[in-house]
């Protein structure tokens, strides 16, 4: 039931309070049974409790997608993130091969939100 509420709210742009501790509750029991390297599109697919979400990723290793198909659309869920520690993956999310490796936007909104360069599992520091 709750997939088809998330397709729903997809749609209207409106989601519930159940529907949102039902999503985190299962995307935060996932990372806290399976070995998740990262979670891809947080926030932006389904509605979640980015905060929370961002503890349990912190507390087993798992780290948060950042990637440049999105602009200030991940303003928001960043900054919720940002004080739990949680660590942060950049991605190109390529949906064509010349977009493969382009990492713009990501690195626009690590600098506009002042994202901690050693929180970037995957940057050279």
């Known amino acids: 039931m709750a997939g088809v509420r998330n397709f729903w709210s ?12 039902a999503n985190t509750a299962a995307i935060t029991a996932a990372v806290r049974r399976y070995p998740i390297a990262a979670i891809t599109h947080p926030g932006l697919q389904i509605d979640i ?7 349990v990723c912190k507390e087993y ?20 993130a940002l004080p739990t520690g949680v660590s ?16 713009c936007q990501a690195y626009q909104l690590v600098e506009r939100l002042k994202i901690p360069l050693e929180r970037i599992v995957n940057l050279d520091k």
């Open 10 to 21: 997809g749609w209207t742009k409106t989601t519930s309070a159940s529907l949102r501790a």
């Open 88 to 103: 942060f993956l950049l991605s190109s999310d390529a949906h064509l091969p010349e977009r493969v490796g382009d990492f």
């Open 49 to 55: 409790n980015t905060t929370e979400l961002g503890r």
């Open 61 to 80: 290793g798992t780290s948060l997608e950042i990637n440049s198909s999105y602009g200030s659309e991940l303003d928001q869920y960043i900054r919720e």
